[in-house]
């Protein structure tokens, strides 16, 4: 069954440390983008690829960064985690115009 | 700049009421998604609409896309607790297929049994 996948489901950690938020896609879709989104409100393009080794950042600054060596696999990295990064962060995917997500890692940095 | 605004923010009906939603903007989009969101979990695909002036029904929601493609609507009869969410509208610029959406900040819907 294709489909996209986030790990972890939630995180809680310590302000410093290193991060990597998975997201893997099994629909063969070259375009993946991950969103930074408050409870309730509306998603903020942080990141996108259009294929492997393509990687641009989006309309809302990020300290984050992301890479895309494979195809189905978009992780995305803090290096050093603080409270302000605290957020939900989702992944998608799309082919032809319509984004399919996974169901988000909800980060909270203490 | 709000690009697509949603209106309204924030609705709390009774199940059993009908209920509309717009989603409107100066830019023309080459299609629009709406999504529905719940707590903790990511945006499902409802529906894309693609021609201006379509009209798609999913059970009892039903999906307009304006005739100039700037504007659309969702109209949800006789609501059920069950449709309780984050409804999020998304219009795709039809710029070089970059396939990146434009979200609107999205409609809280609250159906109290």
């Known amino acids: 069954e294709a489909d996209i996948y986030q790990t972890p489901r939630y995180l809680v950690i310590g302000t410093g440390k290193k991060i990597t938020l998975e997201c893997s896609q099994t629909m063969g879709h070259d375009k993946m983008y991950w969103y930074q989104q408050d409870p309730g409100m509306e998603l903020h393009l942080i990141h996108y690829?259009?294929?492997?080794?393509?990687?641009e950042k989006g309309d809302l600054s990020s300290e984050s960064t992301v890479s895309r060596i494979r195809t189905e696999h978009f992780p995305l990295t803090l290096e050093s985690a603080r409270p302000s990064h605290t957020s939900q962060y989702l992944c998608?995917?799309?082919?032809?115009?319509?984004?399919?997500f996974g169901p988000g890692t909800r980060l909270t940095v203490l | 700049t709000q690009l697509l605004k949603q209106s309204p923010q924030f609705l709390s009906i009774q199940e059993g009421e009908n209920l509309t939603v717009y989603c409107n903007s100066s830019?023309?989009?080459?299609?629009l998604q709406w999504y529905r969101q719940e707590p903790g979990e990511g945006p499902v695909l409802l529906v894309t609409?693609?021609?201006?002036?379509e009209v798609k029904k999913l059970k009892r929601l039903t999906f307009q896309f304006g005739d100039a493609r700037k504007d659309s609507s969702l109209h949800i009869t006789a609501a059920q607790t069950g449709d309780t969410g984050l409804y999020l509208c998304?219009?795709?610029?039809?710029?070089?297929?970059?396939?990146?959406?434009?979200f609107g900040q999205g409609t809280t819907l609250q159906v109290k049994p």
């Open positions: 830019s023309v989009f080459s299609s």
């Open positions: 609409v693609v021609t201006g002036g």
């Open positions: 690829s259009y294929g492997v080794n393509s990687t």
């Open positions: 998304a219009g795709a610029l039809n710029s070089g297929n970059t396939g990146k959406l434009i």
């Open positions: 998608a995917s799309s082919g032809w115009g319509e984004q399919f």
